[in-house]
Structures are given as structure tokens and as C-alpha cells.
């Protein structure tokens, strides 16, 4: 996603990007306010302290009194020990909250993230949903564990103390609440610039993210077109301007706390003349003196910290508003409402009634009026020119996409009334892009099905043709690398093949799974797999005669519409563009045919 398409920081307002978190806070909120409480009763004991130096001083002290000393002194270190005491609640019930309220946010991101439908994956790139679900999240975890706290403690605490210098002597008071008016005015317009500042570097970072992700996954071939060199400077080009926007917004966080910086050193000195001419009238005692210098030294911290913290908050919630981006968006292919499993034969009949496809934000139809029928038990394959919308047909039956016109139906049933979860298990489908993940060949075989028997994995893997795994070092509980990348190409095929006519599902979709094969292996899987199809209402992408042959009749895909259904020889001898189609494979055509 690029920079125009992330909405404009100023846009939204901060507390309420920050409110977002609240319902994840929501189910934790005795330990948010426990973690409250006990910050705020350690901020009281704190300011008790001065309070009772001030009565030390202009008691005990200035009448000589010794033994008065002891309660007072008592009652200081009684209020140490209580500021600890809360301390320690504080920091437990804190944690406690924080890891939850994490927890639960990435677990709703994620679940997000699995239930976006792929036509949002194909619009996101990958790096800016990883910045946001790893440094955005972290952001976020800093902020509700320590940042917030402190926030709002704080502003309590200032609050306060500006009460009871009010009360200790309030001309003082006054003026040293006057010097907070320019920290003020100058804070909100620092934070508004850092606030956009901010958002341009989280942007930034997820760019980066993906610039690295893609030439990670796209090593073999910037490796092979020896491009490296190009690779590198667009890294850097984009690592260059993420430097020089964290620059810019150091500079406004170091000007914001030069001031918040400046301001106490001032308001002290201030504080001191002021102070030392109401002792001189006698208008203030010298205890009253103490205690004030005293109150506002436990000021130094709230004030100083309130640059960083206003940072830190404007930080976080350009986190929430971009992890916000995607809890927000719509989930268009998800169960209706009320809908309950049905009963669905195996194998099942699909139908493509009046079916119609157009890319969200197009205007360009990839399939329109296309209505095809496959009778249960048959294998139909899909023939058509690249780009004709193939694989977007046969993505339509498990609801990886949705129609935008006509239905899909299963004996009748439009897919949409069925439960997702039942949907997906009706359907298997197998890509041309074998994906693998980074686990043991047995989970990557069982993810859809982990109830499987050994003999019904032993047989998937026969029909893919895959006993290859059986000679893993630790057979199938063998973890292959990252994305299987540890496999060749026809072999990764071949388990996500296996994969898919695991357990003999009632309908199939291959969408081109044997390209990757030699013509050796590739006989071979197409033998075995004619036993699996016979029980099977089986869609087949195909590219190739061999593949074609697999299947008892032929759609040909053209123009977004089926122009043409029959068996392969009726397909050669009538549609000319079946044959230009099929013509690359002439030779192994008329062998087969
Ligand atoms: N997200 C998208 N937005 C707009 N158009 C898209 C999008 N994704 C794919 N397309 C277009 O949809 C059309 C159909 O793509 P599809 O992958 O279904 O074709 P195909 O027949 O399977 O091609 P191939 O045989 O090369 O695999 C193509 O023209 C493609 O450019």
C-alpha cells in the first residue's frame, strides 16, 4: 500500500484512536483501575513527604523540640513504605493487564488477517501487515504497560501539586502555573508536527518491511538476472528516506524536550527569588519555603516525562489508527447469518449459474454470464488463454473470492448458505504455487484434515506420487524449510497435490497442480489420480493435453464467458481456438489423442 493510500494522520482524532483500545482493555479493567489506584496512592504518600518537612522544619525544628521529631519522622518513613508497597501493586496488576490486553489485540489482528479476503492480501503488501502486527503492536504493548499509567498519573499529580502550591502560598502558585501556559501552546504545535512525522516513518518502516520481504522470497531470481545491485539501491533508497524522516522527527521530539526540559530549571529559579522575598516579608515561613521547593521537585519528574509521554501517546495511536486500518476493513467473504451445515452429496454437483466477476475497484468484468455444470463423480477441464480468468473461476468454489453476479451452487446449495468451515471442507483445492509451510511433511499434508488415517495419507501420497518423503531423513515427521523451500518444485507439487485429495474430498479443484512435473512423474500422478477423480467432481486448470486428458469433458474459458463444453477430440475438431490453444503441445497431442 502506498503513502497516498494510508489516510492523513491529522485526520483522525488522537484520544480517539487511542479510545480504540478500549475494548481490549475492557475485560481488564478491576486490574486497570487496581494498577490506577495504587499509582495514584503512590503519588499521594510521595506528596505527603514535603508536607511533612515543611511541619519538621517550622515545628521540631524551629521551637527546638526534639522528642517531636520522632512522630513525624515516623510517619514519613510509614508513608515510604506505603509508596513502595503501592509500587509493587502497581507494576504486578500492570503486567497482569498489559500482556493480556497484547495478547488479545494480536490474536485479533491475526484472526483478522486470516479472515480478510484475498482479494484485500493482493492490495496490502505483505511488509506493512507485518510492521504493523510486530512494531506497531510493540508500540501499542510499551504504551498500555507503561506509557498510559504514567500519563494520566501525572497529569493527576501536576494537578495536584499546582493545588497545593496554590494553597502553600498562592501569588507564588499562581506564577508558577502562568509559566506552564507557553509550555502549553508550544507542546500542542510540536505534537500536532510529530503526530504526522510519526505516521510517515511507521509507513515507512512497513515499505521497508516489504522491500525486504520480497527480495528475501525473490532471491533465486534477483540472484540469477544478477540484479543485486538494483535490489540494494531501491533498499536503500527507501532505507535513506526512512532516515531522514526519523531525523525530522527527533528534531521536533528534542525541540519538545529542550522546553520540557528548560521549563522546570526556570520555573526553580523562579521559584527560589519569589520564595526567599515572601520569606523576607514574611509573608511564607521558611517551612512553607521547603515544602514548596520540595512539591514542585516532585514535579521534576511529571513535567519532564509529559514530553516524552505526549510523544510517546501520539506515536501509539498513529499504531492504533494503522493496526485500526485493518480491523476496519470489511470481511466480505464470511458466513452469512444464520446459516447452518447442509447436506451435500459426495460427490456433490457444482454449478455456475450465471456466474460474474469483477475485481473490487474495477470496472473491467474478468467473468460474466458463465454457467457451466459438473455432474457428481465428473472431471471437467478448464481450458482458456492466459489471463482468462481461470484461476479466478475456480477460486469462486471454496469462496477464496466471492461472484459478483449469478451463484455457485453444491447440489443446488448456493455456497453462500453454506458454514465457511463445512464449505472448506467440502472443497479441496490445489494450486499451481505450492505452498508450504515451516512444519513437519505430515502437519503440511493434515492441515485440513488433522482426523486423517496413516492409510489415508499413505494413499494421498501415492496418488501424488510424492513416496519420495518416505525417504525424508525422519520420513513424513521430516520439518521442511521455510515455504518448503528445502524441496524441489515438482515435489512441493506434488504434497500440495497430496494435500488436496487427502481423505478423497467430494469436490476438487486444481488449478494447474502438475506443472512443475515431468512428463515421467506427470503420467504417473495422472494414473493414479484417474482412481481419486472417479469418486470426485473435480474442476482441472488445464494447460496442458496431458492434463486435459484427465478430464470427460472440456470448458473453454474466452472472453470471461464458457464459449464452448465438450469432450476434448469435439473441442479439437469444432473451436479453432481450442486447437491454437493446445497447438504448443502438438506432438504429445497426437500421441494421446
Ligand atoms: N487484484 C486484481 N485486480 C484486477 N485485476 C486482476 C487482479 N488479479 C488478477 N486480475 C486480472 O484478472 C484476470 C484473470 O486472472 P486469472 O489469474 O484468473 O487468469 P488465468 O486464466 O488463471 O491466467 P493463467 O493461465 O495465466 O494462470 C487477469 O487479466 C488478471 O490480470
Redesign the pocket.
Known amino acids: 500500500m502506498d503513502d497516498a493510500a494510508a489516510p492523513a494522520p491529522e485526520d483522525r482524532g488522537r484520544l480517539s484512536a487511542l479510545l480504540r483500545l478500549w475494548p481490549y482493555a475492557r475485560p481488564y479493567r478491576g486490574l486497570i483501575a487496581a494498577t490506577f489506584a495504587a499509582a495514584l496512592l503512590a503519588t499521594l504518600t510521595q506528596l505527603a513527604v514535603p508536607l511533612i518537612f515543611a511541619a519538621v522544619v517550622d515545628g521540631p525544628i524551629a521551637e527546638g523540640d526534639r522528642a517531636g521529631l520522632v512522630p513525624l519522622v515516623g510517619l514519613a518513613l510509614l508513608f515510604g513504605i506505603a509508596e513502595a508497597a503501592f509500587f509493587f501493586v502497581r507494576r504486578w496488576a500492570m503486567n497482569r493487564s498489559c500482556l493480556q490486553i497484547e495478547r488479545d489485540l494480536r490474536d485479533a489482528l491475526y484472526q483478522r488477517l486470516q479472515r480478510l479476503p484475498v482479494?484485500f492480501h493482493?492490495?496490502w503488501a505483505s511488509g506493512q501487515l507485518l510492521s504493523r502486527a510486530t512494531s506497531d503492536m510493540s508500540t501499542v504493548r510499551r504504551f498500555v504497560g507503561f506509557a498510559a499509567v504514567f500519563l494520566v498519573v501525572n497529569l493527576i499529580t501536576c494537578v495536584i501539586v499546582a493545588v497545593l502550591l496554590l494553597v502553600t502560598y498562592w501569588p507564588l502558585g499562581l506564577a508558577v502555573l502562568l509559566t506552564t501556559v507557553p509550555l502549553t501552546v508550544l507542546g500542542q504545535r510540536w505534537e500536532r508536527r510529530y503526530n504526522v512525522q510519526s505516521r510517515r516513518v511507521q509507513d515507512e518502516q512497513g515499505e521497508l518491511a516489504t522491500e525486504v520481504e520480497e527480495s528475501v522470497q525473490g532471491i533465486r531470481v534477483v540472484k540469477s538476472l544478477g540484479r543485486g545491485r538494483l535490489v540494494f539501491d531501491r533498499y536503500d533508497a527507501k532505507a535513506r528516506r526512512l532516515r531522514r524522516l526519523e531525523l525530522d522527527k527527533v528534531r521536533t521530539l528534542a525541540l519538545l524536550w529542550c522546553v520540557f526540559e528548560l521549563h522546570p530549571q526556570v520555573t526553580l529559579a523562579l521559584i527560589l527569588v519569589g520564595g526567599a522575598l515572601a520569606v523576607g516579608s514574611g509573608a511564607l515561613t521558611i517551612g512553607g519555603l521547603v515544602a514548596f521547593v520540595a512539591l514542585f521537585t516532585v514535579l521534576l519528574w511529571p513535567i519532564l516525562s509529559l514530553g516524552f509521554l505526549f510523544a510517546f501517546a501520539q506515536e501509539t495511536a498513529s499504531a492504533c489508527d494503522r493496526i485500526g486500518e485493518l480491523l476496519d476493513e470489511p470481511l466480505t467473504v464470511t458466513d452469512r447469518p444464520g446459516v447452518t451445515p447442509q447436506t451435500v452429496g459426495s460427490p456433490a454437483r457444482l454449478a455456475f449459474e450465471g456466474v460474474g466477476f469483477t475485481?473490487p475497484?474495477?470496472s473491467t468484468p474478468?467473468l460474466s454470464g458463465v454457467h457451466l455444470t459438473l455432474e457428481p463423480g465428473e472431471t471437467l477441464a478448464l481450458v482458456?488463454?492466459?489471463?482468462?480468468?481461470?484461476?479466478?473461476?475456480s477460486s469462486l468454489v471454496a469462496r477464496l473470492q466471492d461472484v459478483s453476479a449469478g451463484r455457485v451452487t453444491l447440489d443446488g446449495i448456493d455456497v453462500r448458505d453454506l458454514p465457511l468451515a463445512q464449505l472448506r471442507g467440502i472443497v479441496a483445492t490445489a494450486f499451481?504455487e505450492a505452498t508450504l509451510f515451516s512444519m513437519s511433511v505430515r502437519e503440511n499434508l493434515t492441515l485440513g484434515r488433522p482426523d486423517t488415517t496413516d492409510a489415508d495419507l499413505d494413499e494421498a501420497v501415492r496418488v501424488a506420487q510424492a513416496e519420495f518423503v518416505h525417504d525424508l531423513p525422519w520420513g513424513l515427521d521430516t520439518r521442511i524449510g521455510e515455504q518448503g523451500l528445502s524441496l524441489s518444485g515438482g515435489q512441493r507439487q506434488r504434497l500440495a497435490l497430496a494435500r488436496a485429495v487427502l481423505g478423497r474430498p467430494s469436490v476438487l479443484v486444481l488449478?494447474?497442480p502438475l506443472s512443475a512435473l515431468d512428463v515421467h512423474t506427470e503420467a504417473l500422478v495422472e494414473r493414479a489420480l484417474r482412481d481419486v477423480l472417479v469418486g470426485t467432481t473435480a474442476l482441472v486448470?488445464a494447460?496442458r493435453p496431458s492434463t486435459v486428458l484427465l478430464a470427460d469433458r472440456v470448458a473453454l474459458?474466452a472472453g470471461g464467458r464458457i464459449a464452448a463444453v465438450g469432450t476434448h477430440s469435439e473441442l479439437l475438431a469444432s473451436e479453432p481456438t481450442y486447437r491454437d490453444l493446445l497447438a504448443q503441445e502438438s506432438d504429445l497431442l497426437e500421441t494421446l489423442s
Open positions: 482479494a493482493d492490495r475485481h475497484g474495477s474478468i482458456g488463454a492466459t489471463g482468462s480468468g481461470k484461476t479466478t473461476l499451481e488449478d494447474d486448470v494447460h474459458l
